[in-house]
């Protein structure tokens, strides 16, 4: 069963399309460094969160607010009638006019003592700043693990099209040369029918790789932003890993932000308390005004009043809400100290989940490679002995596929690898740009903190909005 040295050639290009992954591109072709950076730069949710942050911190001085004065100034003006009659002793007076009463007056109130709220609110208002921060590094690392895994599902899904579409090329020149056999009478009509059917199966699953080349493009630019156009291949960051599942473990205890935002959410409760607890002693207040009238009364034509109050409250009894208040935000604390343990064994779980992927892909990678050396091989033996007569259409037609398969193996088995290498970095909490190394501007929310923390007055954001 004789087969062109041309549909050799084109059955062993079939097993070029799967290295996209392995051998460099074009010198100008994008990166995985290149999509990361786009993605972390231009990504709207994670530029919302941000946004979200810069909200959060303008709870710190609405609580710092608490320490300082509050000043108020009044004016009023207007017109008054006066008609009074007075009488003693027989003796009748009236008295009418008409006046214009005008005021100025100014009054300063300051909080000297409530219990420590206003230090304990400026404390969780801190803490809930904190919080936010890790809030931000838990997108800014999912954002980073969606843009490395889309780029590769792109290279993947590309190089599965190029893999079919050699494919499909083999198929039809593998049923040209069944039909001139059959034309000749060295075949039957059911080998053509098995080509046939192997050319519509391989068309099927070309029409299928490209349906999901499609999808994954859309999310490429969904998540990244751009359109991939030149991607080059993609490789593991284990460099960036500890060397034992054990420290990867410990490292994911103390550095994964989920963890970390979990430590601040326990302090936020725990000051919270402590409001609440505030409210059960006294309040000190001091006072301060002063007031100047004009043509007050008909007798009077001009009025200055100064006052300088001190004033304590002690709370007694208030029906009981503030004892309800101090009870919930206890069991909230306690709330937020199991979710602590919930979101350390999910670390934990998440660490180990994502380290046995990544030994495993490095055993497929292997695998998947001698599979594929297996495959070549057997096509060849196949294609010799179907030359002699020792194998039928059949066996040509299935050893191709076998090929086939085991290059798509290779490609999501490379795929897969350099994937659960970002996904153990993300577990632990160190996939960020510094970690990576990017070539671009780290975003430190830290900034917009300081700029508005000391802030006593404006309404123009710190951007000039």
Not at 256 to 272: E, H, K, M, R, W
Request: glycine share 6%; charged share 15%; aromatic share 6%.
């Amino acid at each position: 069963m004789p087969f062109s040295k041309r549909a050799v050639r084109l059955a062993l290009a079939a097993t070029a399309a799967p290295l996209l992954i392995l051998h460099p591109m074009l010198s100008h072709a994008e990166t995985i460094e290149w999509a990361l950076i786009q993605a972390y730069q231009s990504n709207p949710q994670l530029n919302s969160q941000r946004a979200s942050v810069r909200a959060t911190d303008e709870n710190v001085p609405q609580a710092l607010s608490g320490y300082r004065p509050s000043v108020a100034v009044t004016a009023s003006g207007g017109y008054q009638r006066t008609d009074v009659s007075e009488g003693f002793g027989g003796a009748n007076q009236k008295l009418h006019g008409d006046l214009t009463p005008t005021g100025v007056g100014a009054t300063i109130s300051q909080t000297l003592y409530n219990g420590g709220q206003t230090g304990n609110r400026t404390r969780a208002a801190e803490s809930q700043v904190s919080a936010a921060r890790e809030g931000l590094r838990v997108l800014e690392q999912s954002v980073l693990l969606s843009a490395a895994t889309i780029y590769m599902d792109y290279l993947r899904d590309s190089a599965i099209v190029e893999v079919q579409i050699s494919n499909v090329n083999v198929l039809e020149q593998t049923l040209k040369q069944t039909q001139d056999r059959f034309n000749v009478g060295e075949v039957t009509r059911t080998d053509v029918a098995q080509s046939e059917a192997q050319l519509a199966a391989g068309r099927t699953q070309l029409l299928a790789a490209q349906s999901t080349l499609t999808a994954t493009r859309a999310n490429f630019r969904r998540i990244i932003g751009f359109d991939p156009q030149n991607p080059q291949p993609g490789s593991p960051v284990d460099r960036f890993l500890p060397k034992t599942l054990s420290a990867a473990v410990n490292m994911g205890l103390v550095e994964n932000p989920n963890v970390t935002a979990a430590l601040y959410g326990i302090d936020v409760s725990f000051l919270q308390v402590k409001v609440n607890e505030g409210a059960l002693f006294p309040t000190v207040t001091f006072q301060a005004s002063a007031q100047q009238g004009f043509e007050q009364s008909i007798t009077v034509s001009k009025q200055f009043v100064g006052s300088a109050i001190a004033q304590i409250s002690i709370p007694v009894y208030q029906g009981g809400g503030e004892y309800s208040l101090i009870r919930q935000s206890k069991e909230s604390l306690a709330q937020q100290r199991l979710n602590l343990d919930q979101v350390r064994d999910q670390t934990r779980a998440s660490v180990a989940q994502g380290w046995g992927q990544l030994v495993a892909t490095k055993s497929q990678v292997a695998s998947a490679q001698a599979q594929v050396t297996a495959s070549e091989i057997a096509l060849n033996g196949v294609r010799e002995e179907a030359r002699v007569g020792q194998r039928t259409t059949l066996d040509v037609l299935n050893a191709q596929q076998a090929l086939v398969n085991a290059r798509i193996a290779l490609v999501t088995a490379q795929h897969d690898r350099v994937v659960a290498s970002y996904s153990v970095l993300n577990a632990i909490g160190r996939l960020s740009p510094v970690t990576l190394k990017l070539n671009t501007s780290v975003y430190d929310p830290a900034v917009h903190y300081h700029q508005v923390r000391d802030s006593w007055a404006g309404v123009r954001t710190p951007d000039g909005r």
